[in-house]
């Protein structure tokens, strides 16, 4: 039995399960990262912020592919989001994502609108708003990561030349 139980767990898909923080690298340029993990932090995300630095960005990582939207539910700025696919390249982006109206009246949860999503992807990359515009980012090209789950786990790459001269361009 116990055998038979190893040999199951073995089998199941690694579940990330911290959050943590690191550098996130685009066009030559780095943004400290936060990460969600979890349910709950991916549910929470940037839920009652009123900024984000220029330099600062927070990345959402999943286990599996699929359409992953958004929804902006008590997010108080406007982001630009980039959706990948496992190795880093950038399949769908999202710019000018803007909060929800302060008067309109969401009854539920699913009133709020999602965005993005579209094209199945493995993480996606909440960035400040005009954020595309001043670094030129595109879809096909690569984001790279360095990041340290709370855990301890260390989850690189995305892709490596993403980091190539992240340290001479830090805006």
């Known amino acids: 039995m116990r055998r038979a139980l190893a040999t199951l767990v073995f089998l199941l898909p690694p579940v990330l399960m911290a959050g943590g923080n ?3 690298t685009a066009k030559g340029h780095r943004f400290t990262a936060e990460v969600a993990v979890s349910e709950a932090e991916r549910a ?3 839920m009652g912020r009123h900024e984000l630095a ?4 927070m990345i959402f990582l999943y286990t ?9 539910k008590n997010c108080f700025i406007s982001l630009d989001v980039a959706w990948t696919d496992k190795d880093g ?3 769908e982006l999202v710019p000018d994502v803007p909060p929800p109206s302060p008067i309109q009246v969401y009854a539920n949860d699913a009133d709020y609108p999602n965005f993005g999503g579209k094209v199945d992807s493995r993480h996606f990359i909440e960035f400040p708003q005009g954020t595309f515009k001043r670094i030129g980012l595109k879809v096909g090209d690569r984001i790279g990561w ?4 709370d855990d ?3 989850v ?7 980091m190539k001269g992240a340290k001479l361009k830090k805006k």
């Open 22 to 24: 690191g550098a996130v």
């Open 44 to 46: 929470q995300g940037l």
């Open 54 to 57: 220029s330099d600062r960005c």
């Open 64 to 72: 599996e592919d699929g359409p992953h939207p958004i929804w902006m």
């Open 89 to 91: 390249k950038v399949v």
């Open 146 to 149: 360095d990041l340290k789950l």
């Open 152 to 154: 301890g786990t260390l």
């Open 156 to 162: 690189k790459d995305g892709a490596a030349e993403a």
